[in-house]
């Protein structure tokens, strides 16, 4: 067979020859594509040395943020794209369908349609969700939550995208990356997921004061919520309201929970990551599926435009809140979670939330982390759901209708009829055409404000109070609450590996929140704090107020039993009655007894009767329910007492401070287990109606306070 010239040249000898591999060789070829950082400088990704990487560009200090801050939009821009496809941060969450009514007194303070009528239900989704780890992740991790509504109105979409603390960690949206980066797992093992113990965060945060007030609201109780039903919401930001003459006013948004606030404690929370990951995302879905509906209040702290400066701080910082005792919170609407989403995927994962997206009523103020906030998202969600046509999705979709020029790229749903993709136009007679803003109307503009200033790159000095609220926070803390907050510091740096960073933490950081606080987690790190408070008078700040009673979550206890849960401990022998009477009075409260079992078959009572059991002893353990009863019945308790699983689920329950009752030979369960009877919360008697009124009121104060000093002798 005659040689093909083009290719005769390429058949021969082998080539390459000189090519040898060894163990090596594949670190050898990466080389050229290995980066160190180490003696550079910060630059663009065009190769231009970066001057400011804190500070935005902005319209002066306290103004908004530029489009042109090319350094800016670079980083926010490259950060939304670092996942395909999960969502960055905010990646495991659950949500739920509802509606939201407003009160009476709405409609003074927004023209937004969603507020004008007391007898109107306007269409929600809500999102909850962790923020640092991966879908895969746990739910009762240490960590902030997310708390995102989507309003459907009948003017548009409105997200309310906030969390369930009322601060952020930073206060200009430039270093939005640097805090997720130093946050998320460490890159070079991707440990640990779901968690901020580790250096990097306490590397980057103590780096960075102004995240001192943030860290100490998730250092403590509020970083594990029991329930998402007992979970504060928060806009987090100063927004605008602006009402039908046209002025506006200064609001910060606010969800409370009608069911109080109460949280889990940090052994139950970590028992729960191997025995219910998906712990919270149940509850709030059982609850719903039983017709137990989340409920919450949404009010709003109102600053009228003429008291913008009266406070020790600026109302534009997103590491502060405005005290309730300074400015009441007034309620203006209620929410209600009623429905489940019918397909996980379909709707609570592509849901995508914006802050951007409001409605005439509702605007934006300069706050730095907003302005920057109202870039990232649009990018984030054109990423993850595949182009800039996720809002077609059925989920994202507005309730009204929605016409305008864009027309293809992918997954493009609509089919556009008409010649004319753009504005003005004759051809299809000049629509979709422009609405004029007047309130009878209806079109969006934005809140006429002036602007006069330099363009700049820095931070206005009315944000240079770094420490004054989180000592604030500090003294409105319970001892209880103070003591957990300790032993969170305690633990999270007992993780960091880098003795410097600890130090920092201790000796620069923590004494500026309080001295006997850096003292004592110092004293547990073998580190010796200062004695005085380290930082400038100007990062100190100063507040009018020493403590605020509502930023304990105790301010807030539900002072019943509604929606709590409650074991009843059963095996055979057990005295049914006694399990009826109880579950019959739990109800009746609005609570629910839960029949614990050793195993799923029924149980033979003392009388005869079958008792069909709820759960199993190791199916749903103590960290899942609210209390502990254990029944009557001889032989029940005697079965009980000589399980393992018996002994240590009342153990369990005593160490989390839950309330434990035990009627009649239930006792002797207690006592097997080393429980101590007697004492406030472990109730004793010989029927039901002996232990139930004290049961309910103990449960009413969410835990046995009292019993925390020695919760740890237990040794479950």
Known sequence: MANNPHTSPNSGAPNDTDFKTNEHSKSENLEKYRSDATGHDLRTNHGARIADNHNSLKAGERGPTLLEDFVFREKLNHFDNERIPERIVHARGAAAHGYFQPYDNAAQYSKASLFQDAK????????????????????????VRGFATKFYTDEGNWDLVGNDMPVFFIQDAIKFPDFVHAVKPEPHNEI??????HDTFWDFVSLMPESTHMVLWTMSDRAFPRHYRNMEGFGVHTFRLIDRQGQARFVKFHWKPLAGTCSLIWDEAQKLWGRDPDFNRRMMWEDIENGDFLEYELGIQIVEEE????????LLDPTKIIPEELVPVTPIGKMVLNRNPDNFFAETEQVAFNPAH???????TNDPLLQGRLFSYLDTQMLRLGGPNFNELPINQPVCP???????????????????????????????SETPAAPENGGFESHCERIDAHKIRARSPSFGDHYSQATLFWN??????KEHIIAAYTFELSKVQRPWIRERVIQQILPNIDLEL???????????????????PEELGRSSQLESPALSLMARLPGNIKYRKVAILAADGVEADQVEALKKKLEAEGAQGIVIAPSMAPVRAANGKSVTPDAMLNGMPSVAVDAVVVPGGSDSVAALARSGQGRYYVQEAYKHLKAIAAVGEGKLLLDAADVPTGEEGVLTGAAVDDVFTPLRDAMGQHRVWARDPKANDMPA
């Open 120 to 143: 109107k239900k306007t269409p929600v989704f809500v999102r909850f969700s962790t923020v640092q780890g991966s879908r895969g992740s746990n739910d009762t991790v240490r960590d």
């Open 192 to 197: 640990p997921q779901g968690q901020s113990a």
């Open 476 to 481: 409105s803390q319970t001892e209880v609450e």
């Open 358 to 364: 409001v409605v005439p009523g509702i605007d934006f």
């Open 307 to 314: 008291d913008e400066h009266k406070f020790d701080f600026d």
């Open 518 to 536: 850096a003292r004592r987690v110092g004293e547990n790190h073998g580190i010796e704090a200062p004695t005085e408070k380290p930082a400038a």
């Open 402 to 432: 929605f016409h305008n020029n864009q027309r293809d790229a992918m997954h493009r749903q609509t089919i556009n009829k008409g010649q004319a993709s753009y504005e003005p136009n004759s051809i299809d007679g000049g629509w979709p």
